[in-house]
């Protein structure tokens, strides 16, 4: 399975973004797509999951009621809809897969940057 990210860019605060994971290979053995990103100097944190059948999308506390996962099976990407960004929200931005809910996330994608300035 390869994912690729796409859709970062840079947004003044309170902007919009919307970042795009799109999956190929065998998607048969996805469990659940998960956005994570990873801000300069910090560790890589979760952002929001989601199953791969479009089940239980979960969210990080910094992102509930701003930012949106939602999937497109016939297009095998999954979107993360960003709203009022802020400069906080700067990082990279990376798309994983789990095979299982007992696996952790791998088969990282190359990352997408998203720059938010105040």
């Known amino acids: 399975v390869q994912l690729q990210a796409s859709g970062g860019g840079s947004v003044q605060a309170g902007g919009s973004l919307r970042l795009s994971c799109e999956v190929s290979?065998?998607?048969?053995?996805?469990?659940?797509i998960g956005w994570f990103r990873q801000a300069p100097g910090k560790a890589r944190e979760a952002v929001a999951t989601?199953?791969?059948?479009?089940?239980?999308?979960n969210y990080q506390d910094f992102v509930k009621g701003r930012f949106t996962i939602s999937i497109d099976n016939a297009k095998n990407t999954v979107y993360l809809q960003m709203n009022d960004l802020k400069p906080e929200d700067t990082a990279i931005y990376y798309c994983?897969?789990?095979?299982?809910?007992?696996?952790?996330?791998?088969?990282w994608g190359q990352g997408t940057q998203v720059t938010v300035s105040s």
């Open positions: 290979g065998r998607t048969f053995t996805i469990y659940s």
């Open positions: 989601i199953a791969w059948n479009g089940r239980n999308p």
């Open positions: 994983a897969r789990r095979g299982s809910r007992y696996s952790a996330y791998g088969n």
